[in-house]
Nanobody
């Protein structure tokens, strides 16, 4: 079982920055640990479905972003500390959502998310 604990988030004015963190512990049912798995951030705006925001491969060599955050958000990971980060700059009101980290079944974020963090609210005021 993998546990993901999120921190960061909160209320910020438009144009501001926030950093989210997500720290993992434990192993998957196949015995894999954080450094062997892709991780990603998803978000769920009010009244909408949850969707993928940014993902990063197990080694950190490759990442991908949804179009609306490209150039503003940066995903990174620290495998030594089993932590993934989402640096969010130039925030806009449309970025308001509950943000979730997820760990995936394989080394790439094209695989399936299997564990989720508890979610953290990000609110951007205009």
């Amino acid at each position: 079982q993998v546990q993901l604990v999120q921190s960061g988030g909160g209320l910020v004015q438009a144009g501001g920055s926030l950093r989210l963190s997500c720290t993992a512990s434990g192993r998957t049912m196949t015995g894999r640990t954080f450094s062997q798995l892709a991780v990603a951030w998803h978000r769920q705006p009010p009244g909408n479905e949850r969707f993928f925001v940014a993902g990063i491969t197990d080694s950190g060599s490759s990442s991908e972003y949804t179009d609306s955050v490209k150039g503003r958000f940066t995903i990174s990971r620290d495998n030594a500390n089993s932590t993934v980060y989402l640096q969010m700059d130039s925030l806009k009101p449309v970025d308001t959502a509950v943000y979730y980290c997820a760990i995936y079944a394989g080394s790439h974020y094209a695989s399936t998310p299997i564990y989720w963090g508890q979610g953290t609210q990000v609110t951007v005021s205009s």
